[in-house]
Every structure is written in C-alpha cells, then in structure tokens.
C-alpha cells in the first residue's frame, strides 16, 4: 500500500532524515518511535508532501506521490492527522467534517459524518458547537473524524495523544483499534512508545534521523537495547540488527 524508499530531507544544513525506508502493507497498523527529534514527524510531513524530500520517492499503491502538491497527495489518500490537531476552531464540529469530505470529491469515501459519529458518540452530542470549545481529547477525535471524511487509503497519525489524559487516550486507541480491524490501512507516530507497540503489528524505531530498528512490535517491546533506548542511553546509528 505505502512504500518509503531511501527518504531524505533537511532544514537548511540539519539532515533530519537519512534514507529512510519504510513499508505499510493493506490493512497493517504499523508504528514509528523514537526520542524527541528523531524525524518521526518529518517523516510524516513528508510522506504527505508538506516537506519536500531532498531525495527518494513515497509510492501509494506503486504510484510515486513524491513531487505531487499536497492537496494531491491528499486526493490520492494519504490523509495525515497532524500534531496539535489543528482543527478549524472558529467553525462548528459538523463544518469542520464536512471539509475533510473535499479531499475526496472525485472518487469518493466510505465514511460519512454519521459513520464518523458512530466512532466518535461524544461528537455527535457537540455536532453544532464551535470546535473551539472542544476539550483537548475531543478535537483529537474531530481531528481524525476529519481525515476520514476525506477517505483515506492510508491514514497518517502524528502524536494522537499528546495532551492527553489516559482517559481520552484510551478512547482514541480504541477507535485505532476499531478503524484496523475495519480494514484501514494506519502509520502511527507516537510518542508513548508503550501504547504504540501495544496497538500495532509492526513497528520502525528512528534514531537521529535513521530506521536503527525494524520488526513484530511485540519482540520490539521485550528486546532491551529498544528499551535502553527510552531510558536515556543512544542506539547504535548504523549496522543494527533487524528482527524478522
């Protein structure tokens, strides 16, 4: 479905992505961990094209997306959940819906906003509010409500619970969890590395801009050099083993 082939980008002189490579097959849930400035939300932002790759290519379904506009890249279904939601405060709960709907006027989508209520019960109790007005946990859950609408073939996932309580936490990986097993092909970026592993099937760890660990997300959460890696000690950057 996704393939990453030998991705590159930099901010001026910073490398923060060294030839990365990734793939999401149909229907997987696949997750991307690291440390703070790692790359992981480069890698997003430029999978969705609103980074432009120094080099290498992201095919959808074989198709190389890599120099399309991002409204293009967004058309073609790769929808991506930013960072901090950025939802469209001043408009209502169903405005904002509804917008996410243009990504996909030409081909169309299977979910509408009942479909998305149906997930989401507590945004169909505030449909007509200002999305301003949403707690932190509910714009997360407009957020993704949104990207749906436009329909997704792949859906692109930065830090959904940053901000957070576990609470709402819990509630937006269940959704995850309903979204999968529904079908949808899901790239998470997640900074609770426990809940990623937990929730996915396959994961990449980065490291300063490098895929440094790849495998099963359930041998990745026993192995101890990924483990060290989240207690402060660094990963080797370069001939790291990978799991089958």
Known sequence: MLQVEGLMAAYDDIEALRGVNIELC?????AVIGSNGA???TLLNCISALVRAKSGRVLLNGADVTRLPPYKVARAGLLQVPEGRQILADLTVDDNLRLGGLACRS????????RVLDLFPRLKERLWQRAGTLSGGEQQMLAIGRALMGGPKVLLLD???LGLSPLMTDHVFEALRSLHA????????????????????????????????????AHLAKDDRVIAHYLGEELPTSGAPRFS
């Open 39 to 41: 790359g992981k939300s």
């Open 107 to 114: 081909r169309g989508s299977e979910f509408d906003v009942d």
């Open 182 to 217: 529904q079908g949808l092909s899901i790239l998470l970026v997640e900074q609770n590395a426990h809940r990623a592993l937990a929730a996915t099937q396959r994961a990449y760890v980065l490291d300063q801009g490098n895929v440094v660990y790849e495998g099963l997300s």
């Open 26 to 30: 149909t229907g997987e849930m696949v």
């Open 159 to 161: 830090e959904p619970s």
